[in-house]
């Protein structure tokens, strides 16, 4: 749980999830507030992933020293687990042919895929924005998905899924001024801080780590654009 005084990474947003509406207007403080929010859980983050600690922190400062986080570095921490192979596309391929399928396995998937492709198949791409849609609409991400992954099925209590989620948000916000990915990346990363004493397993805590440092770049890169002081 978040320990600033940004409202928006606190509480049980898995059972009562954010709704951002009709929110009183904070202006600069907020933004500040914010900053806060995602620099704590950085650091808070990061000292708790090991083995890959190190190398995640010297990723974390690279990623500042640029004006938009560069996400192929994925790939660059943990090779071994972001090695797409035909598995991988035979998944999405099922998932896209039959419109179900598991939160787990098709994020996984994706972020594989997208990790190590340059230009990975529209169809695919289609299938990560339907689950963007769904998290701009409920602002939670279940376990599976029907219907054209549109219609949410299961239980949306795993933060594991929301960790994946965000990562592949985090891929596909790296656009400079295209704000749809990073809108859902911000709410997702906003329910995983709420919960992150409940995120066991170092590479979940690492990939939270990770999305929440590039949404962070993302946002510096856009305050700098817009002139943001």
């Known amino acids: 749980m978040s320990a600033t ?19 009183a207007y904070q202006g600069k403080v907020l933004l500040l507030d914010y900053e806060e929010d995602r620099a704590n859980a950085v650091a808070y983050l990061s000292k ?16 500042e020293k640029r004006s938009i986080a560069k996400v192929e ?13 035909n598995t991988d596309s035979l998944l999405l391929e099922e998932t896209v042919r039959t419109g179900t399928g598991k939160t787990s ?5 994706l ?21 963007r849609r769904n998290i ?8 599976d998905y029907e219907r054209n992954f549109r219609r949410p099925l299961g239980n949306p209590l795993q933060i594991e899924n929301y960790v994946l989620a965000g ?13 749809h990915f990073f809108n859902a990346l911000l709410k997702v990363n906003d329910t995983v801080i709420a919960h992150m004493n409940d995120i066991i397993e170092p590479f979940y805590r690492w990939l939270a780590c990770l999305s929440i440092a590039t949404e962070s ?10 002139e943001i002081s």
């Open 5 to 23: 005084a940004y409202r928006f990474s606190n509480g049980n947003l898995l059972v009562q999830p954010n709704h951002y509406r009709y929110v």
């Open 48 to 63: 708790s992933v090991l083995p890959e600690g190190p190398e995640l922190l010297a990723l974390l400062h690279t990623l």
């Open 73 to 85: 570095s994925l790939a660059s921490i943990t090779p071994s687990y972001f090695i797409c192979n």
């Open 105 to 109: 396995g098709v994020c996984t998937a």
């Open 111 to 131: 972020l594989r895929v997208f990790s190590v492709e340059k230009s990975p198949s529209p169809l695919f791409l289609n299938l990560a924005d339907r689950l």
């Open 136 to 143: 701009e609409v409920s602002r939670l991400v279940y376990s």
């Open 167 to 179: 990562a592949v948000m985090s891929i596909l916000q790296k656009s400079d001024m295209d704000l």
């Open 217 to 226: 770049v993302k946002y510096k890169f856009l305050k700098k654009q817009l």
